[in-house]
Nanobody, 124 residues
């Protein structure tokens, strides 16, 4: 079983909203950076949003700024949960979304943990 388990994907019409969740599973060590990636058919996997261990530092790719919000819940440690609130979605947001995390402050280039992915499909 992957150490990260995503949920919340599905189908939605353009302009709608979805909320993705991802929680650590079977791992009780520290978690630093957490992030969301996505991969559309025929495209490379791309980083979408990242959040630091305490939530103070957040970054987004330009295409989702103002529409997506990443957040995390550390209150139930050693279970760590990261969320991606997706608003005003467009068909271009259609992809398999993956959660990623690392013990360190870096989780964009080579995160140590991956989830199995959850499909998001946006219809026009």
């Amino acid at each position: 079983q992957a150490p990260l388990v995503e949920s919340g994907g599905g189908s939605v019409q353009a302009g709608g909203s979805l909320r993705l969740s991802c929680a650590t599973s079977g791992y009780t060590g520290p978690i630093g950076c957490m992030a969301w990636f996505r991969q559309a058919p025929g495209n490379e996997r791309e980083w979408v949003a990242r959040i630091s261990s305490g939530g103070q530092s957040i970054d987004y790719i330009d295409s989702v700024k103002g529409r997506f919000t990443i957040s995390r819940d550390n209150s139930r440690a050693p279970v760590f949960t990261v969320y991606l609130q997706m608003n005003s979605v467009t068909p271009e947001d259609t992809a398999m979304y993956y959660c990623a995390a690392d013990r360190t402050s870096s989780c964009i280039y080579k995160p140590g943990f991956w989830g199995q992915g959850t499909q998001v499909t946006v219809s026009s």
